[in-house]
């Protein structure tokens, strides 16, 4: 299906699911026993999906497109038999036909956007293919002026269908098993990434790529869970530095490069009252850190450093040198690598975990890295498996 979103929209609609009081219930709907019931290994939990659409087929089509994701699928024939379901047994995502009878898409996600426990509920609107185009194009942004999150276009495309769908239930679920504080948190360091246009997801990008080395490297799960939460946290220092020192384009002073290395002591601190996230303060204060002891903010040296930091740090580094910047342009993966080669030789690096992100490089340059909140933990596993036998395949061959 082609699926036509709204940057700013999406934006705004993740900003809401982590805001303070607008959260449903989690435990009226999935108890401990539904949820590790629910769970894969390292996937997404099951959910509650809702098609409001008066035509049987139409309903049947997307069905059909998201019964191998396992889903709870409950359907609806018009917007107030929708809202009746809703009130009796929340969902988690709702798919609206744009001409749904009585209220109709567009006053329907206005309907729920007013309402306090519906606020923030994920709401796809399905247009048909001939309201997509010319004129009606301005359908399409009055929808998102309602609060629709997504809007696709028939005929549909199931495998782009499940992706979006997938996607947004795992942010969803994410952002719900955070406590408050959690979000705030979080919240928090999505501000640090939008105060700088040009990082485009660099968080999404570093959790990505520091999850694929930890799932190399053999590391459990709550490891891995770590190095995602540090992809997102790793720089939330950087919150309490100003404008003129974080933007400057030229080279800092003695005293704005001290103010610029403050970020990560400050970022633990603003993490540390939390007990849930102690895992990834390691993280947060030793990223900056250098093999050699040369760096900041404790000058630890080789094992003193913890392994999660360093493979935060090799990630973290790559991304900012693929990454145009005011004061330079962006290097090609062979040009960043190459550096990274130089900064090891220098003593900066762990030559082992070098050797590991280079060996996983490949992988990450197929991967589609530019919409990374689409790749789950079990779809980078299953590749990072697929590109192992591959790369033996090779080895064998040669």
């Not at 049987?56 to 107030?80: F, K, P, V």
């Not at 490891?223 to 400057?248: A, C, E, N, T």
């Not at 990454?323 to 190459?338: M, V, W």
């Amino acid at each position: 299906m082609s699926a036509k979103s709204n940057p700013d929209q999406n934006t705004a609609a993740m900003d809401a699911w982590i805001v303070l009081g607008k959260q449903i219930d989690l435990n009226q709907r999935h108890t401990p026993e539904e949820s590790e019931e629910n769970h894969t290994d390292i996937g997404t939990p099951r959910g509650r999906i809702l098609i409001v659409d008066p035509n049987e087929n139409n309903r049947r089509q997307i069905t059909s497109a998201l019964a191998e994701l396992d889903h709870e699928l409950i359907e609806a024939g018009s917007t107030s038999g929708a809202l009746q379901i809703i009130e009796d047994k929340p969902v988690d995502l709702v798919m609206v036909d744009a001409q749904a009878p009585e209220l109709g898409g567009m006053a329907f996600c206005r309907a729920l956007r007013r309402n306090e426990t519906t606020s923030i509920l994920p709401i796809f609107v399905v247009l048909g293919a001939g309201q997509a185009d010319g004129a009606d194009h301005d359908l399409e942004m009055q929808l998102f002026s309602a609060g629709a999150d997504e809007c696709f276009v028939t005929p549909l495309k199931p495998s782009a269908l499940r992706t979006r769908v997938d996607a947004t239930l795992r942010l969803k679920f994410m952002m719900e098993s955070l406590d408050s504080s959690e979000a705030v948190l979080f919240k928090l360091a999505r501000s640090v990434e939008n105060r700088d246009p040009d990082l485009g997801q660099h968080c999404q990008r570093l959790a990505l790529m520091a999850s694929a080395m930890g799932l190399a490297l053999g590391l459990p799960e709550s490891d891995i869970r770590s190095l995602q939460y540090g992809g997102y946290l790793h720089d939330i220092g950087k919150v309490g530095i100003p404008d003129r020192v974080l933007f400057k384009a030229g080279p800092l002073t003695s005293e704005e490069w001290e103010i610029m290395r403050s970020h990560s002591v400050r970022g633990e601190r603003i993490c540390a009252c939390m007990k849930s996230l102690a895992p990834v303060l390691p993280i947060i204060r030793h990223h900056h850190e250098k093999y050699d002891g040369t760096g900041y903010p404790d000058g630890l040296k080789g094992d003193q450093i913890p392994l999660l930091a360093l493979i935060l740090q090799v990630v973290d580094i790559y991304d900012a040198l693929t990454t145009e910047r005011p004061y330079k342009r962006a290097y090609t993966p062979e040009e960043a690598l190459k550096i990274m080669r130089e900064e090891t030789q220098k003593g900066w690096r762990d030559p082992v975990l070098v050797d590991v992100f280079a060996d996983l490089l490949p992988m990450f340059r197929h991967t589609a890295m530019g919409d990374t909140s689409q790749i789950s933990l079990q779809a980078l596993a299953e590749s990072l498996e697929q590109y192992r036998k591959s790369s033996l395949r090779q080895h064998i061959a040669v």
